[in-house]
């Protein structure tokens, strides 16, 4: 159990870097829309929380946590408003078509 809460405890502190968090939610898009909403959770966390991040945001709590949620399917103003807030914003590069 200590190595888990160790390994979450290092992961957030090392999300409060903005330039981690970016290479960090990379990696999670890159596995898939429910590894980035995790990502999104964690860096939130890291940054104080869905409460911090609402009213950095402007945003609903409630509605926050649904988005961020495990069946969340944020509005693409939302996940920019969050973005935002993290200081990230949102970019696209070119891969091979699959």
């Given at each position: 159990?200590?190595?888990?809460?160790?390994?979450?405890?290092?992961?957030?502190?090392?999300?409060?870097?903005?330039?981690?968090?970016a290479g960090y939610l990379s990696a999670c898009a890159e596995d898939g829309q429910d590894e980035f909403l995790l990502g999104l959770r964690n860096v939130a966390e890291a940054l104080g929380g869905v409460t911090q991040l609402a009213a950095d945001t402007e945003l609903n709590r409630e509605g926050l946590y649904r988005m961020l949620s495990e069946d969340g399917n944020p509005?693409?103003?939302?996940?920019?408003?969050?973005?935002?807030?993290?200081?990230?914003?949102?970019?696209?590069?070119?891969?091979?078509?699959?």
């Open positions: 159990m200590a190595l888990t809460a160790d390994y979450q405890e290092d992961l957030l502190e090392r999300l409060s870097d903005p330039d981690y968090a509005r693409l103003s939302s996940l920019f408003a969050v973005l935002a807030a993290f200081g990230l914003q949102f970019q696209c590069i070119a891969t091979e078509p699959t």
